[in-house]
């Protein structure tokens, strides 16, 4: 396995508190609404999880696949999909979990793949986004933190696969 050297640049206690804060934001959106909340696999699966168990209200989950980066830094620009929703959407309130907005290839692609779809409505989150990294115009609804343009790893972030496990969120200090 590589083994690069990490700092931490968000700690587990400050991405529990932001997440529910997060949390209490969708629960007043959707007090007396249905929900369908997606998950996209596999980077959202730890903030997704955490999300979902901060917002009190009425929520479906479901899960789309998606691969950017093919196990790269560096977006690939084409997204493949793994995985599809389940269940139609069309008529549902329809809120998007996304780990991290870099380019805003995949965020724009997931928006118009769902939309298509026919949603009553699109509510789009993301736990970080690099404002300098966009290479298309993307408007998410709720965004946890904006980071500089580095590379990130942990809380379902991967390198290669690995890294997801990290409670926290560490900046890579050594590519080899
Ligand atoms: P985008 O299409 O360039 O916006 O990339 C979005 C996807 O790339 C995210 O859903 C992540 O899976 C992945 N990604 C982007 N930046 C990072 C990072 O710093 N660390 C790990 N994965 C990243």
């Not at 909340?37 to 596999?42: E, H, T």
């Not at 989950?61 to 999909?81: A, D, H, I, L, P």
């Not at 779809?117 to 970080?128: C, D, I």
């Not at 904006?146 to 560490?170: M, S, T, W």
Request: neutral net charge; proline residues 3%; hydrophobic residues 40%.
């Amino acid at each position: 396995m590589n083994k690069l050297k990490l700092s931490t640049y968000i700690a587990a206690e400050d991405l529990q508190k932001k997440v529910n804060e997060m949390g209490a934001t969708l629960t007043k959106k959707f007090k007396d609404k249905k929900a369908i909340a997606v998950c996209v696999l596999k980077g959202s699966f730890v903030f997704y999880s955490d999300l979902i168990r901060s917002i009190d209200t009425d929520i479906t989950c479901e899960f789309f696949g998606v691969s950017s980066y093919q196990g790269n830094t560096q977006s690939s620009g084409e997204v493949k999909v793994t995985l599809d929703l389940s269940v139609p959407i069309e008529g549902e309130h329809v809120i998007l979990i996304e780990d991290i907005v870099d380019t805003g290839i995949t965020m724009n692609y997931l928006k118009a793949s769902l939309l298509a779809r026919k949603p009553k409505s699109l509510t789009t989150v993301a736990l970080l986004e690099k404002p300098e990294a966009l290479k298309v115009p993307c408007e998410i609804d709720l965004v946890g933190f904006k980071i500089p343009n580095d590379f990130v790893v942990g809380y379902g972030l991967d390198y290669q696969g690995y890294y997801r496990n990290l409670p926290y969120i560490a900046q890579v200090q050594n590519f080899q």
